[in-house]
């Protein structure tokens, strides 16, 4: 017996050092952690529990049979963070670059299922050079398992994938599959063709970050949901985050003490609303009166910023934030601002977080680019998201609903539990100006002085249209607040709604936008 236990002992302290201390030396010397070390600060002390230590490939070509690690370039266990239970996993650099192998598809896919069996999270740090090209189409099947687990799984629990190295070709399509992408600024990049591939195919030539680091996954790509700058930063990101979402689809977010006032009003909202209707104003400002002081987590911030999503909370309680974004594009709606809506309310709504939306919309942007890009599917998903959510919403007209985007904002016939506005609301089919030289068009042709007389019709139509009080008194708003009332009455309303149920009809699932 006492052989065998020093055996183990002598396993186990290899795998402890993965792919050896030259190469741990080597990744402190680019500025990385290893895998254990990440798992250390992710996790709660001595709350990991490792599967899967002493498994290792095997492959004997292409001298891989003297190329055997303890682990195979993957940590993979359960632990706890803050108390809460989940499962992880962190590829190690060290062995053989992380390279992907069937033996890490089978600890990944082990701990998926795990996730899903014990509803609980599943957060993986990345960190590989891709696919093991030693093992062929074993290491391309064995993405296969992965991805099919990443998919069934889907809303079942939350899913974030930490990026903190490379991750290129299939290797990608699993931090895509999952919930929320964080990318650690300097270290991380993702791309399905590398530099070398697309110089050589296309001629371009761009370097790795250029082509697939933070910056351009944060502000063009959207892939990326958050940019940290460090290692560290990004794990702190992922508990942070994570305290905003529940264990499961089963269960309601994790409320946190109440630590701010109910009943507490800013009377700085009754005059943020600028007089001039064209100028600007940060939403931000907006969330943060409203919301729980230093509680809102914007995702998604550096993509598409004329609209704004994120987590926050209301009186302790989680929920998610949608809103228009006036100090940028007016807050019109395109394709990208789209997107970033519909997928935010579909997350929202898989883990039972309510929805707050704060309209200041002129409508979608018009443009050839955005007609030819598809404006008109990708506009649809905001309707179809709203429509499929079953969770607690509540909009809020802050100043202009105009047409297609009053109806996609969580309007009443979008299911809405609660619509309320503010008096400075424009809620009408178009713009006054527009609307007048429709309306109109015969009476200024024969006019002496059209500009007068379209003026005086302008005039006319605001006065009608152009305040929350119409919609009001035929009942598609609920109610109009004072600005500095929004937030008690959000609360004593979601306070109500929590309770609510509603069931969408049977089916096996909805085609969605695409």
């Given at each position: 017996?006492?052989?065998?236990?020093?055996?183990?002992?002598?396993?186990?302290?290899?795998?402890?050092?993965?792919?050896?201390?030259?190469?741990?030396?080597?990744?402190?010397?680019?500025?990385?952690?290893?895998?254990?070390?990440?798992?250390?600060?992710?996790?709660?002390?001595?709350?990991?529990?490792?599967?899967?230590?002493?498994?290792?490939?095997?492959?004997?070509?292409?001298?891989?049979?003297?190329?055997?690690?303890?682990?195979?370039?993957?940590?993979?266990?359960?632990?706890?963070?803050?108390?809460?239970?989940?499962?992880?996993?962190?590829?190690?650099?060290?062995?053989?670059?992380?390279?992907?192998?069937?033996?890490?598809?089978?600890?990944?896919?082990?701990?998926?299922?795990?996730?899903?069996?014990?509803?609980?999270?599943?957060?993986?740090?990345?960190?590989?050079?891709?696919?093991?090209?030693?093992?062929?189409?074993?290491?391309?099947?064995?993405?296969?398992?992965?991805?099919?687990?990443?998919?069934?799984?889907?809303?079942?629990?939350?899913?974030?994938?930490?990026?903190?190295?490379?991750?290129?070709?299939?290797?990608?399509?699993?931090?895509?599959?999952?919930?929320?992408?964080?990318?650690?600024?300097?270290?991380?990049f993702m791309f399905l063709t590398g530099p070398e591939v697309i110089r050589a195919v296309t001629g371009e030539k761009v370097s790795p970050t250029d082509l697939g680091g933070p910056g351009i996954h944060s502000s063009?790509?959207?892939?990326?949901?958050?940019?940290?700058?460090?290692?560290?930063?990004?794990?702190?990101?992922?508990?942070?985050?994570?305290?905003?979402?529940?264990?499961?689809?089963?269960?309601?977010?994790?409320?946190?003490?109440?630590?701010?006032?109910?009943?507490?009003?800013?009377?700085?909202?009754?005059?943020?609303?600028?007089?001039?209707?064209?100028?600007?104003?940060?939403?931000?400002?907006?969330?943060?009166?409203?919301?729980?002081?230093?509680?809102?987590?914007?995702?998604?911030?550096?993509?598409?910023?004329?609209?704004?999503?994120?987590?926050?909370?209301?009186?302790?309680?989680?929920?998610?934030?949608?809103?228009?974004?006036?100090?940028?594009?007016?807050?019109?709606?395109?394709?990208?601002?789209?997107?970033?809506?519909?997928?935010?309310?579909?997350?929202?709504?898989?883990?039972?977080?309510?929805?707050?939306?704060?309209?200041?919309?002129?409508?979608?942007?018009?443009?050839?680019?955005?007609?030819?890009?598809?404006?008109?599917?990708?506009?649809?998903?905001?309707?179809?998201?709203?429509?499929?959510?079953?969770?607690?919403?509540?909009?809020?007209?802050?100043?202009?609903?105009?047409?297609?985007?009053?109806?996609?904002?969580?309007?009443?016939?979008?299911?809405?539990?609660?619509?309320?506005?503010?008096?400075?609301?424009?809620i009408a089919v178009m713009g006054a100006e527009g609307a007048v030289r429709i309306l109109y068009r015969q009476e200024l042709a024969k006019a002496a002085d059209p500009a007068a007389m379209e003026q005086a019709f302008?005039?006319?139509?605001?006065?009608?249209?152009?305040?929350?009080?119409?919609?009001?008194?035929?009942?598609?708003?609920?109610?109009?607040?004072?600005?500095?009332?929004?937030?008690?009455?959000?609360?004593?309303?979601?306070?109500?709604?929590?309770?609510?149920?509603?069931?969408?009809?049977?089916?096996?699932?909805?085609?969605?936008?695409?």
């Amino acid at each position: 017996m006492t052989d065998f236990l020093t055996a183990l002992r002598e396993l186990r302290e290899k795998a402890l050092l993965g792919g050896g201390g030259k190469r741990i030396e080597q990744q402190h010397e680019r500025g990385k952690l290893t895998a254990r070390e990440r798992l250390a600060l992710l996790l709660d002390e001595g709350s990991f529990q490792e599967f899967g230590a002493l498994a290792t490939h095997n492959i004997t070509d292409f001298g891989m049979a003297d190329q055997r690690f303890p682990g195979d370039g993957i940590v993979t266990g359960l632990g706890k963070i803050n108390g809460r239970r989940v499962a992880v996993f962190a590829q190690d650099f060290t062995v053989l670059g992380g390279s992907f192998s069937e033996v890490q598809s089978q600890k990944i896919c082990r701990i998926q299922d795990m996730a899903l069996e014990s509803g609980i999270p599943l957060i993986g740090l990345n960190d590989s050079g891709g696919a093991r090209i030693q093992e062929g189409v074993r290491s391309l099947a064995a993405y296969g398992e992965v991805f099919q687990r990443n998919v069934l799984a889907s809303g079942g629990g939350p899913k974030i994938s930490v990026m903190l190295g490379p991750c290129a070709g299939g290797a990608v399509y699993s931090p895509a599959l999952t919930d929320f992408v964080i990318m650690a600024q300097d270290t991380s990049f993702m791309f399905l063709t590398g530099p070398e591939v697309i110089r050589a195919v296309t001629g371009e030539k761009v370097s790795p970050t250029d082509l697939g680091g933070p910056g351009i996954h944060s502000s063009k790509s959207g892939v990326a949901h958050f940019v940290a700058g460090s290692e560290q930063a990004a794990i702190s990101m992922a508990k942070l985050l994570l305290s905003y979402l529940p264990q499961n689809n089963t269960e309601d977010p994790p409320q946190v003490a109440p630590y701010d006032s109910p009943d507490r009003m800013e009377e700085f909202l009754n005059t943020i609303v600028p007089a001039d209707e064209n100028e600007p104003y940060d939403i931000r400002a907006v969330i943060e009166a409203v919301c729980d002081r230093d509680s809102f987590l914007e995702v998604h911030a550096e993509f598409a910023p004329n609209a704004v999503v994120g987590f926050a909370r209301l009186d302790g309680y989680a929920v998610g934030i949608v809103a228009n974004q006036p100090a940028c594009m007016a807050g019109a709606l395109n394709i990208d601002a789209s997107d970033k809506i519909s997928r935010f309310i579909r997350t929202c709504d898989a883990y039972n977080i309510p929805l707050i939306t704060l309209v200041d919309c002129p409508g979608f942007l018009p443009g050839i680019d955005q007609e030819y890009g598809g404006v008109i599917r990708h506009g649809a998903k905001i309707i179809y998201a709203y429509t499929e959510a079953t969770v607690p919403k509540i909009s809020i007209v802050i100043r202009k609903a105009i047409g297609g985007s009053y109806v996609a904002m969580s309007s009443k016939q979008m299911r809405n539990d609660l619509a309320y506005a503010w008096p400075t609301a424009q809620i009408a089919v178009m713009g006054a100006e527009g609307a007048v030289r429709i309306l109109y068009r015969q009476e200024l042709a024969k006019a002496a002085d059209p500009a007068a007389m379209e003026q005086a019709f302008v005039a006319e139509y605001r006065q009608k249209f152009f305040n929350p009080f119409r919609a009001a008194d035929l009942g598609q708003i609920d109610e109009v607040v004072e600005p500095r009332e929004t937030r008690p009455r959000l609360i004593r309303a979601l306070e109500v709604l929590r309770t609510k149920v509603q069931q969408n009809p049977t089916k096996k699932h909805g085609l969605a936008p695409e």
